[in-house]
């Protein structure tokens, strides 16, 4: 009888996994961006009016997607007011550190406040603060599109 030879191909079967496993990363958080670009878009401010333009257009325009190893998929904005339109700011908010505020302490306390008052250092005014409803896009974008993203990732690890 002859000779057998076994051939260790594992390391180049790792390499092709890997490479298709972030290239399905990169497309799925593609789609995610997408999606969230687009709802953030129909996001309502205060009393239910609109958030000024150019924070919507900048909000939507930092909305970034990232693959780092493992793969590991992150999608989101580096935005101090993605968090607070995404979650809402309800009766308990506590507004961003460089507001200061002009009630003290006392207005983060159970219950909360239906308003309060704000200095914008940016703008040199005193603004009123309302609650804020959460209008989620980042968390819609991801799972309202599942099936979507499960066929994205089939593909690519099915042409490897």
Not at 33 to 38: H, I
Not at 119 to 137: M, R
């Amino acid at each position: 009888m002859g000779d057998i030879l076994f051939e260790d191909n594992s390391d180049e079967v790792l390499r092709l996994l890997d490479g298709a496993t972030k290239k399905a990363a990169r497309a799925v958080g593609g789609r995610v961006q997408a999606y969230a670009r687009q709802s953030v878009e129909k996001s309502k401010g205060p009393m239910g009016g609109a958030w000024p333009h150019d924070v919507i257009l900048a909000l939507r325009d930092s909305i970034a997607v990232q693959v780092d190893e493992g793969p590991v998929l992150t999608v989101g904005s580096n935005m101090q007011i993605a968090p607070y339109i995404e979650l809402g700011t309800g009766r308990l908010y506590d507004p961003p550190p460089e507001w200061e505020e002009y009630h003290g302490d006392d207005a983060h306390s159970v219950g909360g406040l239906e308003w309060w008052l704000y200095f914008d250092k940016l703008e040199g005014v005193v603004k009123i603060g309302k609650p804020v409803p959460s209008q989620p896009y980042l968390r819609p974008a991801f799972l309202d599109h599942v099936d979507e993203y499960k066929q994205i990732v089939q593909k690519d690890l099915e042409n490897a």
